[in-house]
């Protein structure tokens, strides 16, 4: 009898003991299952070409924008200085979106909403 210990990518720790035939077909088919979980992982992006507010609010985020609070007027006018034409209205349900999510912060100075990261 032949022993095994086989460890996967996943973290997954199997140990065998049996023939070298009975073996072999058990890593085989480990190997089949970590293809198509593998593949099931693959995720998919947004529509190339497609614009979302949400990726736009992330996009002045990353580029540093939110170092300093800013408030709906500031973030539409820089919007609209990258060429992307949002009422307030719209803009204010989006943001929120984010401070629900975590990705910005809220602050309330003189009856005004601030957001920052």
Same mark, same amino acid.
Do not use: C, Y
């Given at each position: 009898m032949a022993k095994a210990?086989? /460890? !996967?990518?996943r973290g997954v720790t199997v140990k065998i003991e049996g023939t070298p035939q009975e073996i072999l077909l058990v890593v085989q088919d480990l190997d089949k299952q970590e293809a198509k979980s593998a593949? *099931? @992982? %693959? %995720? $998919? $992006? *947004?529509p190339q070409g497609r !614009?979302? =507010? *949400?990726g736009l609010l992330? /996009? =002045?985020g990353n580029d540093g924008f939110f170092?300093?609070?800013r408030d709906l007027g500031g973030i539409r006018a820089e919007l609209e200085a990258r060429g992307h034409h949002y009422p307030v209205t719209t803009l204010s349900g989006a943001v929120l979106n984010q401070v629900r @999510? @975590?990705? =910005? +912060? +809220?602050l309330q100075k003189n009856d005004r909403w601030f957001y920052t990261r």
């Open positions: 210990q086989i /460890s !996967t990518p593949k *099931a @992982r %693959v %995720v $998919k $992006k *947004a !614009t979302t =507010l *949400a992330a /996009s =002045l170092k300093q609070p @999510r @975590r990705n =910005l +912060r +809220r």
